[in-house]
T-cell receptor, first 115, second 110 residues
Framework: GAGVSQTPSNKVTEKGKYVELRCDPI?????LYWYRQSLGQGPEFLIY????????DSGLPNDRFFAVRPEGSVSTLKIQRTERGDSAVYLC???FGRGSTDTQYFGPGTRLTVL | DAKTTQPPSMDCAEGRAANLPCNHS???????VYWYRQIHSQGPQYIIH???NNETNEMASLIITEDRKSSTLILPHATLRDTAVYYC???????????FGAGTRLTVKP
């Protein structure tokens, strides 16, 4: 079946602009995660959704970052007033959301470049 | 979650077994060991996970020491396509986020 998809694959924007990054999870997966990966580092957790609600947003770096999942499927990560330090690959993952060994499956990521 | 320590890089000859070590000396009883890999410009790919018993699937084997303070991921016959960064992650029973470290960059050479 289809895996996690993310759009766009690349996004270039200017400092101060607003961006939206989209994630389509695997069908049937109720849990959805956003991560951020800077060059040369491992992914860093941002936020976790169970269904429509954000169950854990402790990884969001500041209030310029916000994510929604209104119908419990597609999610959008929104970044306001972008800064050059926001440049990174933003990864989305999904899982069935059941049990302690629930495996997360990742999408290819969106590479965000803030000029 | 327990911190993990991995060597920054390793080489392996094509066709030979690749053994990737991971130390997690502060692991607790309800924490699982997960392995993911990330091929250049792709998202992380799940490989295998375990609690205390050794595990094997079509991709790899996971050997966990009896005291659970370390583990080894084994790719039995490495190919050039196995060149990637391999992440060892210790994940608590009820935690939803995966805490990635810097991983081990494995280079499989012909």
């Amino acid at each position: 079946g289809a895996g996690v998809s993310q759009t766009p694959s690349n996004k270039v924007t200017e400092k101060g602009k607003y961006v939206e990054l989209r994630c389509d999870p695997i069908s049937g997966h109720t849990a959805l995660y956003w991560y951020r990966q800077s060059l040369g580092q491992g992914p860093e957790f941002l936020i976790y959704f169970q269904g429509t609600g954000a169950a854990d947003d402790s990884g969001l770096p500041n209030d310029r970052f916000f994510a929604v999942r209104p119908e419990g499927s597609v999610s959008t990560l929104k970044i306001q007033r972008t800064e050059r330090g926001d440049s990174a690959v933003y990864l989305c993952a999904s899982s069935f959301g059941r049990g302690s060994t629930d495996t997360q499956y990742f999408g290819p990521g969106t590479r965000l470049t803030v000029l | 979650d327990a911190k993990t320590t991995q060597p920054p890089s390793m080489d392996c000859a094509e066709g030979r077994a690749a053994n990737l070590p991971c130390n997690h000396s502060t692991i607790s009883g309800n924490e699982y060991v997960y392995w993911y890999r990330q091929i250049h410009s792709q998202g992380p790919q799940y490989i295998i996970h375990g609690l205390k018993n050794n595990e094997t699937n079509e991709m790899a084997s996971l050997i966990i020491t009896e005291d659970r303070k370390s583990s080894t991921l084994i790719l039995p016959h490495a190919t050039l396509r196995d060149t990637a960064v391999y992440y060892c992650i210790v994940r608590k029973y009820n935690n939803n986020d995966m805490r990635f470290g810097a991983g081990t960059r494995l280079t499989v050479k012909p």
